[in-house]
């Protein structure tokens, strides 16, 4: 059994430090997705049915950074740590020592669709469709920032070329998950729902988009997770599934049942 591994491409996970002022690339990730997404938006609410202005989808960048998050952290602290946080509830806030939740951002993206739509009086499943084509954008360059990170590694695999030993990872070679997830999660998902998109009959059936993201998010979840180092406190669960999978798997029957409700909904024109 082989123990070669590659180098860990170090990277200073400050991208620029002023005095006090710092910008990391984490945080960079989330600016940059937030305002990729945001600009991808404004390009696909143009086509039909356009129920929403370009100049709305813009409006909605602070709903979204709010529900992302609030959610996620709220995720975190219910799905991964609630023990901790419950006997520890001032930490709840530190965000800047780390700790957000997909899942949790998912329902907190939601929650802030549902408002939004209601606030314009728009179908929530067409906002919730074009929020999904671009959230593989976010997802893409969050996983980078993760594997600048050198945080959220894989499983040992010593027998892989490709393999590596992460800083705060030991010795031991590991699969680079991160990077296993900005393909499949951000690149992969976002051509495949831009390949939908661009069906007409697709796009005049609200909803269909946001289930298949929700499928397309859990399977490739559900299979990353097998590379993916388990949380140190919680480990494998029931069935020897990890936290991620059982999400994932609930989402992914979520997202089933909303393709299959939508298809079953006339078309919307505009």
């Given at each position: ?96 020592e780390g ?127 097998l590379f ?13 599934m990890t ?28």
């Amino acid at each position: 059994m082989s123990l070669f591994a590659l180098t860990f491409p170090t990277i200073d996970p400050i991208l620029i430090e002023i005095g006090p002022f710092a910008i990391r690339w984490y945080a960079l990730a989330y600016i940059a997705g937030l305002f990729g997404g945001t600009w991808y938006m404004r390009r696909l609410v143009a086509k039909p049915p356009a129920l929403i202005t370009p100049e709305q989808a813009d409006d909605f960048l602070i709903w979204a950074l709010i529900g992302i998050i609030v959610g996620g952290r709220l995720g975190y602290v219910l799905f991964y740590k609630p023990a901790y946080y419950l006997s520890n509830p001032n930490e709840i806030l530190m965000t800047w020592e780390g700790g957000m939740s997909f899942h949790g951002g998912l329902i907190g993206v939601t929650l802030a669709i549902i408002l939004f739509a209601r606030k314009l009086n728009v179908d929530k499943w067409y906002v919730a469709d074009n929020v999904s084509c671009a959230v593989p954008i976010g997802l893409l360059l969050g996983r980078l920032a993760n594997f600048i990170n050198g945080e959220l590694y894989g499983r040992t695999a010593p027998d892989v070329s490709w393999a590596m030993a992460f800083p705060s990872g030991g010795p031991i070679p590991r699969h680079p998950s991160q990077l296993y997830e900005a393909f499949l999660e951000g690149a992969v998902l976002l051509v495949l729902l831009n390949l939908l998109w661009r069906q007409d009959a697709v796009r005049q059936r609200p909803g269909v988009i946001t289930g298949c993201f929700c499928v397309g998010y859990a399977i490739a979840r559900i299979i990353v997770e097998l590379f993916r180092e388990p949380d140190r406190h919680l480990g494998l669960l029931t069935f020897g599934m990890t936290m991620g999978q059982i999400l994932s798997g609930a989402l992914l029957v979520f997202g089933a049942w909303v393709v299959w409700r939508s298809l079953k909904r006339p078309p919307v024109t505009g």
